[in-house]
């Protein structure tokens, strides 16, 4: 099994960056529903308080580096364009789904809205990120500022997970080789 230098840097964004990403969410959504005071001490909460902020700042990052990497590497081959006369688009994959009206769809609604959607994660899990660093410990004892926090959280994860979902489509219509 062998990968182009193209299809390696697509399954880095989706696959690898992906995983790490569902990884740091499960566990930082786990630690700040579990933040807290009935169920931990007070050196319970500052030892899972420090394990939070990896969590989320590991999905902040690990986010970031997924949207970007997505745009300025992976995009620009979604999008390049054919020599003039080319009939074969296979190697284009924006334009091959866009020549078939039964897999235009792809382009004109699941790509054109996963770009915008993608970059909402990194932007909504760092805002998470913040509030941990900020608030810490304060997190187990205000319960409305956890569950807004955990409420931003899984919007970050639901943005990635759309992403994430339409990308994988796109890619099974028309690979980039």
């Known amino acids: ?13 989706g696959m690898i960056f992906g995983a790490v990403f569902l990884l740091s969410f499960a566990g930082g959504l786990a630690g700040l529903y579990s933040l807290r005071p009935e169920l931990l ?12 902020k990896l969590g989320t700042g590991v999905m902040a990052a690990i986010a970031w580096l997924t949207v ?14 054919p020599p ?6 296979t190697s284009y994959p924006r334009y091959f789904l866009l ?56 919007l970050a994860f639901s943005a990635a997970a759309i992403a994430g979902l339409f990308g994988a489509l796109i890619t099974k219509a028309a690979p980039i080789m």
Not at 6 to 13: G, L, V, Y
Not at 68 to 81: H, Q
Request: proline fraction near 2%.
């Open 99 to 154: 020549a078939d009206s039964a897999l235009s769809g792809w382009h004109t609604f699941a790509m054109e809205w996963k770009e915008h959607v993608a970059w909402l994660a990194p932007i909504l899990a760092t805002a998470v990120f913040f509030i941990v660093l900020k608030y810490g410990t304060q997190l187990a004892e205000q319960r409305n500022l956890r569950h807004m926090t955990m409420v931003i959280y899984v």
């Open 84 to 89: 003039e006369g080319m009939t074969d688009l």
């Open 1 to 13: 099994m062998s990968l182009t230098f193209r299809e390696f840097w697509t399954a880095a964004h």
């Open 68 to 81: 970007v990497s997505g745009t300025y590497l992976v995009y620009p081959w979604y999008r390049a364009a």
């Open 41 to 52: 001490t007070a050196e319970g909460i500052r030892e899972r308080v420090k394990r939070v």
